[in-house]
């Protein structure tokens, strides 16, 4: 009988000392190839060795841990999840998928007497974009899909990302050759907190990710007249903060009307923003997130048709820009079929959701099938100190995995 609570709470107690290797003090801060991200990765170094895994760091700065099978040349499967953080983050993002994955891996390897396949557990090492103005460097690199270019960026204090990986004891040179060219692993799969509020409202521990919604980034500029507030008629105004009032509602409307579909317009500069005069220019962002392509295509065309017509009717210009396009990642059915199989024998419903935030498995989807564990976060409030996950819902996600692993391991 194996004990999940106990198993659950040495997860935890390892996320909380992880939490002390920080850039600040009394809070969490891992930017990637900082010095307390070497330090986190020395002390999960420690806890890979500690349960026979064989631990090697590659030249992305990733750490890479290898439960080995006898069989001859095995194939591999991944796990893993991010080690960075966002300034002043909650413990579980990222790296409940690391710590969890080691866990899970440990009892495998001990419960199992023939591992037909090697498991890698995987810290990656930049998801957030926190340092530098490109991301997902590290689970690209595994995926050999890492641009060159991306080591040229430089981060706030001017150190480009080659020379942040030189002092990581990395060969910038060789930073975009995969260690997984010459076979392609089996899949991937990664644990990761929902970051959001749906499983906790349909009372369930994990859920299973059928795909990582993609999204769009716009600029959207608004030209009206500036003028003086006591002495321009209303009817004589060309208001560009008013014409974006509106623009801003038929952008949460057409939203709303579309299932699946997020929109946020998260920033607004009024010019001159000053309480005596008519805004003359707004610019504002917006993000639009959704499930596929078509249905982003769509609520797209709306949202600038509409844009178009309200700035017409205001007497106002519009520019726009798209600033940033990913598309949608679609988890692997079959490894979606065998999480909800390992999901019902832990005794509960398998239920699927899409991941409105992004993820290591996008950039691990153009190496090999990919599949996620969504596990139920209090509120879900993500990237906050307050971030909480429940101990059984750990221990929930635990017994999936190894039920998973027990299953996958059978069609090897
Ligand atoms: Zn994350």
Same mark, same amino acid.
């Given at each position: 009988?194996?004990?999940?609570?106990?198993?659950?709470?040495?997860?935890?107690?390892?996320?909380?000392?992880?939490?002390?290797?920080? *850039?600040? +003090?009394?809070?969490?801060?891992r930017p990637t190839l900082s010095r307390s991200h070497m330090k986190a990765l020395d002390?999960?170094?420690?806890?890979?060795?500690?349960?026979?895994?064989?631990?090697?760091?590659?030249?992305?700065?990733?750490?890479?841990?290898?439960?080995?099978?006898?069989?001859?040349?095995?194939?591999?499967?991944?796990?893993?999840?991010?080690?960075?953080t966002v300034s002043n983050a909650g413990i579980y993002d990222g790296n409940l998928g690391i710590i969890a994955a080691i866990s899970a891996v440990d009892?495998? =390897?001990?419960s199992s007497s023939a591992?037909?396949? +090697?498991?890698?557990?995987?810290?990656?090492?930049?998801?957030?974009?926190n340092r530098f103005p490109n991301t997902l460097t590290g689970s690209q690199a595994v995926a050999g899909t890492l641009n060159p270019n991306a080591l040229t960026v430089s981060d706030s204090e001017g150190i480009t990302r080659a020379e942040a990986l030189t002092g990581f004891g990395c060969d910038p040179a060789l930073a975009c050759s995969s260690l997984y060219l010459d076979?392609?692993?089996?899949?991937?799969?990664?644990?990761?907190?929902?970051?959001?509020?749906?499983?906790?409202?349909?009372?369930?521990?994990?859920?299973?990710?059928?795909?990582?919604?993609?999204?769009?980034?716009?600029?959207?500029?608004?030209?009206? +007249?500036? %003028?003086?507030? %006591?002495?321009?008629?209303?009817?004589?105004?060309?208001?560009?903060?008013?014409?974006?009032?509106?623009?801003?509602?038929?952008?949460?409307?057409?939203?709303?009307?579309?299932? %699946?579909?997020?929109?946020?317009?998260?920033?607004? *500069?009024?010019?001159?923003?000053?309480?005596?005069?008519?805004?003359?220019?707004?610019?504002?962002?917006?993000?639009?997130?959704?499930?596929?392509?078509?249905?982003?295509?769509?609520?797209?065309?709306?949202?600038?048709?509409?844009i178009n017509n309200i700035a017409s009717t205001r007497q106002v210009q519009i520019e726009w820009n798209q600033d940033y396009k990913i598309s949608p990642t679609f988890c692997d059915s079959s490894l979606g079929e065998l999480l909800g199989e390992s999901i019902?024998?832990? =005794?509960?419903?398998?239920?699927?959701?899409t991941s409105g935030a992004g993820h290591d498995a996008v950039a691990i989807a153009d190496l090999c099938p990919v599949a996620m564990l969504f596990v139920r976060c209090e509120k879900g409030i993500s990237h906050h100190p307050s971030e909480a996950v429940k101990i059984d819902d750990i221990g929930k996600a635990l017994e999936v995995t190894?039920?998973?692993? *027990?299953?996958f391991g059978q069609t090897v």
């Open positions: 009988m194996i004990n999940w609570k106990s198993r659950a709470l040495e997860v935890q107690f390892k996320l909380e000392k992880l939490a002390n290797y920080s *850039e600040v +003090n009394g809070a969490l801060f002390q999960i170094q420690s806890w890979m060795e500690e349960v026979g895994l064989v631990v090697i760091k590659d030249h992305a700065g990733n750490l890479i841990g290898r439960l080995g099978s006898k069989r001859e040349n095995a194939p591999t499967f991944l796990m893993g999840s991010h080690i960075d009892l495998f =390897g001990t591992i037909p396949f +090697n498991i890698d557990v995987i810290a990656f090492s930049d998801e957030e974009g076979e392609r692993p089996l899949g991937y799969l990664e644990i990761h907190i929902e970051q959001g509020p749906v499983l906790e409202r349909e009372d369930l521990s994990v859920g299973i990710v059928t795909a990582i919604n993609g999204a769009r980034r716009f600029t959207v500029k608004v030209g009206g +007249n500036a %003028g003086h507030a %006591g002495t321009v008629p209303m009817s004589m105004r060309s208001d560009a903060l008013a014409a974006s009032a509106e623009m801003l509602m038929a952008i949460e409307s057409i939203a709303k009307s579309g299932p %699946g579909m997020v929109a946020t317009v998260g920033m607004l *500069e009024v010019i001159p923003g000053a309480r005596n005069v008519i805004p003359g220019q707004v610019k504002f962002s917006l993000d639009l997130r959704g499930e596929n392509s078509g249905s982003i295509d769509t609520a797209q065309a709306s949202i600038f048709s509409e019902r024998e832990s =005794g509960v419903m398998p239920f699927e959701l190894h039920y998973f692993l *027990e299953k």
